[in-house]
């Protein structure tokens, strides 16, 4: 437990200590963000994983693709 | 290949150029600059001096912003596989797999762990155990690229799998023939190393400009000795794994190699172009001469290709034609196919896999294993069977040659530089011209333009291909609507340009400002 505190005071007086790094933080957190919560959810669907349920489909549904000219 | 969407196969293709070519910018100052701090704080521990302690530190906070800024940068490429490139990404998966997760760990545990060390403790922890911490990050961040390279380096050369008809997907059998194919080697050698290349010029350039302003001159003169020596050997090394990297290039993508040096018809004893100019408009089978003009050194493309200065080199024109002698992957001698010929194996391979499926379904044994037979005995052709035209297997020589040409000429300015740099300082006793300490601020954004390039000469030059010789992009790309990646396309380049301004602004106040606690 006392390990634990001793970490948690680590980054936490680290953080409180940032100059240029909380500006950084922002970035990075805003960046996070628009990546995962709307790049990944509204315009990068896996696309395999979203319209099929098991590997056995998925693979089906490429051989299909990799064998058959598209319309 | 006229019957595959091409606007949604070059859009999906821009749109990971760009995304990748972004993050490029942020990682090579990441593996370098950890290498150069590590080694200033080194001395800082050797020495007990304060001034490395604030030299190191400087150089850590511009590291810190860097390394910010680029961070996640690169997830992006892997939303990309999910939606964009669904039929690589699942035929390839078990190979990226494993790399990929062993990336996320080690950038994980080994970067985040000890970055927070290396910025948090320097009051907090031993003077020891935050060296080990420095020497930890830069460590970290270089095998951390060495996952993402090893599965570059597959798509050149794909090594160590077994292709499973029943579930499309390529299977790892030997972990060890991924790791440590010659390609893979190579690249991670000569990627890392132009890293720590733009590193030195970055320090040095940086530098520069303080001895130019009259400000933090010791900071200035310490910082340029150590990244100069570092980017002298570094820059040396380069050109080392350089050579290594194209001779890899010769023996297992001889197209790219040719595209390199605008070579249409091959010949023993074959010249290496130093400098050139291509003749616009040049088709791989008319008789026009394919340099307006050009500068070159007999015999030696074919000592480099082949270790022997009359080796045979093939030409565009060859590989189109086949019918030239080789020597395989086993040291065996072979008559090249025609592409003519690997399409049609490419296209018997095809029909295989779809014969195999059609023959399982049917619980058909016998149709199975014929098929298989006929698939593995064509599969390095697989991917010919998707083109249509010989000609398709021709990547973009002007932008491949040129890349690869001013590439190469750059590597040789920055061991002229370093070298230019040191000899000032131990001769001249660091009387630099202002005209020179100008040029060393030019040098970063020709560093960065340097990197920039070399992958413009892997993944230009390795077109048609996404995995060379087994899937060409548009088999590889996913069948979605182009306007959706043409959508995401200017969102990425939006969001990226955002990053890059918040990064060279920050950078740049941050350099004006100096060390915090003002250096002398």
Redesign the interface.
């Known amino acids: 437990m006392n390990t634990l505190k001793r970490v948690f005071r ?2 936490y ?3 409180r ?1 940032m ?3 909380k ?3 922002v ?2 957190l805003v ?2 963000f ?2 995962f919560a709307i ?2 959810v509204f ?7 979203q319209n099929f349920r098991t ?1 056995e489909e ?3 549904y ?2 299909e ?6 319309k | 290949m006229e ?3 091409l606007s949604l196969v070059n859009w999906s293709r821009a749109q990971f150029a760009l995304t990748a070519m972004y993050h490029w910018v942020f990682v090579p100052l990441t593996l370098g600059l950890s290498l150069i701090i590590a080694f200033m704080e080194t001395l800082y521990y050797k020495t007990g001096d304060q001034e490395w302690k604030r030299i190191t530190k400087f150089w850590m ?1 511009l590291f ?2 860097n390394f ?2 680029g ?2 940068t690169g ?2 490429l892997e ?2 596989f ?2 964009n490139w ?2 690589y ?3 390839v998966g078990d190979i990226f797999g494993a790399p990929l997760a062993i990336e996320g760990i080690m950038a994980f545990f080994m970067e985040s762990t000890f970055i ?1 060390v290396m ?3 320097w009051n ?1 922890v031993s003077k020891k155990f935050h060296l080990i911490s420095t020497w930890l990050v830069a460590l970290g961040a270089n095998l951390s690229a060495l996952w993402i390279l090893v599965a570059n380096a597959w798509m050149q050369y794909p090594a160590g799998m077994n292709f499973n ?5 390529n299977e790892m059998n030997n972990f060890w023939e991924v790791l440590l194919s010659p390609v893979a080697v190579n690249k991670f050698l000569h990627t890392t190393s132009s890293g720590y290349v733009l590193a030195g010029l970055f320090v040095v350039g940086i530098s520069a400009w303080y001895l130019l302003k009259g400000r933090h001159i010791l900071l200035a003169k310490r910082s340029i000795i150590i990244a100069s020596v570092f980017g002298l050997i570094s820059s040396i090394y380069l050109a080392f794994t350089g050579d290594g990297s194209a001779y890899q290039v010769a023996q297992k993508q001889p197209m790219k190699l040719a595209a390199m040096e605008g070579l249409y018809k091959g010949k023993e004893g074959a010249p290496l172009i130093v400098i050139g100019v291509l003749t616009p408009g040049k088709e791989y089978n008319d008789d026009k001469e394919p340099y307006v003009f050009r500068i070159q050194i007999p015999k030696l493309l074919s000592f480099l290709g082949y270790r022997s200065g009359n080796a045979f080199v093939p030409g565009i024109k060859d590989i189109i034609d086949g019918n030239y002698t080789y020597t395989d992957q086993d040291g065996k001698q072979k008559v090249a196919l025609s592409a003519e010929q690997k399409i049609e194996r490419g296209r018997i391979a ?2 295989a ?2 014969d195999y ?1 059609n023959a399982k379904e049917n619980n058909d044994s016998l149709g199975m294993a014929y098929n298989r037979r006929l698939l593995d005995e064509n599969f390095e052709y697989f991917g010919y069977g998707y083109l249509n035209d010989p000609k398709s297997i021709i990547p973009n020589v002007p932008l491949t040659f040129y890349s690869f040409h001013i590439m190469v000429g750059l590597g040789f300015l920055f061991i002229a530089f370093f070298i230019l740099m040191l000899c000032l300082i131990y001769f001249n006793g660091f009387k630099i011209s202002r005209w020179l300490l100008r040029l060393s601020i030019l040098m970063i954004p020709l560093g960065y333009l340097a990197g920039q390039l070399g992958w413009i000469v892997a993944e230009v030059g390795r077109q048609p291909w996404t995995i060379q010789d087994i899937l060409p992009t548009v ?1 590889a790309v ?3 609507d182009s306007s ?1 990646v043409q ?2 396309f200017f ?1 990425f380049f939006i ?1 990226f340009t955002s ?1 890059l301004i ?1 990064e060279l602004r ?1 950078m740049f106040t ?1 350099i004006k400002k100096g060390p ?1 606690d003002g250096g002398k």
């Open positions: 680590f980054y007086d680290g953080f200590s100059t240029v790094g500006t950084l933080w970035i990075i960046k996070l628009v990546m790049l990944k315009f990068f669907p896996n696309i395999l994983k590997d998925r693979s089906k490429v051989i693709q990799l064998t058959t000219k598209p | 019957h595959f969407d906070t810190g912003i910010a800024i961070v996640a997830i992006i939303f990309e999910g939606t669904s039929n990404s699942w035929f927070a910025f948090f403790g907090k008809p029943d579930t499309a997907r095809i029909q896999l779809a499926r088999a996913s069948r979605i959706a959508i995401t969102l969001i990053l918040a920050i941050q915090n």
